[in-house]
């Protein structure tokens, strides 16, 4: 199939541009310097000369805290960006697999959020990826929402790499216990979006990896996973504290965990356990580092 990737130099991009060609489909990466998705007569042209059949759009506005005085640039590009995609995709027949977020949530269900649950984002982030999902469902007549979470891949910066380091420098760490959620491998995440790019079971997807933790238990996992290997010297002890003793200029959600509702009833793979994510991203991570 003939594939239009935005934000391919991200991190779920890259794992997205590699996976699929590798699995011999037609692949045009984009990155921002080949596609400013902000500008709706650059979509429509790039879009319209390749002719996919299928757009992932992967770019987006991650920066939560910045979003908060960032107003404009955040809705500039999770909004009006995916707006010229959707645009774009539509009037070239292609199918539009629009990434998304935990975030769209408010995090205080005591339950795992379902895809038919209500929003209610607390943050400019959050709301500026709901407003991309409402005109992607307006405005396109073929497409995916994939709502992911606690995302971290080879290609970028991330919690898991973030605790590495510190792992090996500090002799002390504090992680928060109290906000619960799922960590999501970009190469999982990439073989749940080629299996469902070929179907038309078109629709709101919940995708991360199986299971659920906490930032702290993650942490412990990550330091334990990697004593495994040899070249991470561990040596930080990790304590739990609560999110309080950290603010932020977002509000983080509480409860990030997503049920995975639409994989099941659609009968497509669900994604494995976030332990077995995590160990495999360790394995390329030291054969990257040796």
Not at 34 to 59: F, M, R, W
Not at 125 to 148: C, D, M, P
């Amino acid at each position: 199939m003939k594939v239009l990737v935005t934000g391919a130099n991200g991190q779920l991009g890259r794992d997205v541009v590699l996976l699929f060609e590798k699995e011999g489909h037609s692949v045009l990466a984009c990155a921002r310097d080949e596609l400013d998705i902000t500008d709706q007569v650059e979509c429509n042209n790039v879009i319209s000369t390749y002719h996919p059949e299928v757009v992932i759009h992967c770019a987006a506005y991650t920066a939560v805290d910045a979003a908060e005085t960032d107003v404009d640039g955040a809705y500039q590009v999770n909004a009006t960006g995916t707006r010229n995609i959707a645009v774009a995709a539509e009037q070239t027949g292609a199918k539009l697999i629009y990434i998304s977020t935990d975030y769209v949530f408010d995090g205080t269900s005591d339950v795992p959020y379902q895809e038919y649950d209500n929003t209610n984002p607390q943050s400019i982030y959050g709301k500026s990826k709901r407003a991309g999902e409402v005109l992607v469902q307006s405005l396109s007549s073929r497409w995916f929402i994939v709502r992911t979470s606690w995302v971290y891949g080879v290609y970028g910066n991330n919690f898991v790499k973030t605790m590495l380091k510190l792992g090996q420098e500090k002799p002390k760490l504090q992680v928060v216990h109290d906000q619960k959620g799922s960590p999501t491998y970009t190469v999982d995440l990439a073989h749940f979006l080629l299996e469902l790019m070929s179907t038309e079971k078109y629709g709101v997807y919940h995708a991360s990896n199986s299971g659920a933790c906490t930032w702290y238990e993650f942490t412990q996992a990550i330091f334990e996973e990697a004593q495994l290997f040899p070249g991470f010297h561990i040596q930080a002890e990790v304590d739990p504290c609560a999110t309080d003793q950290f603010p932020r200029p977002a509000p983080r959600p509480r409860n990030s965990v997503m049920e995975h509702l639409s994989i099941r009833t659609n009968g497509l793979n669900d994604l494995r356990p976030w332990r077995e994510g995590l160990r495999d991203f360790l394995k390329e991570i030291h054969i990257e580092q040796n």
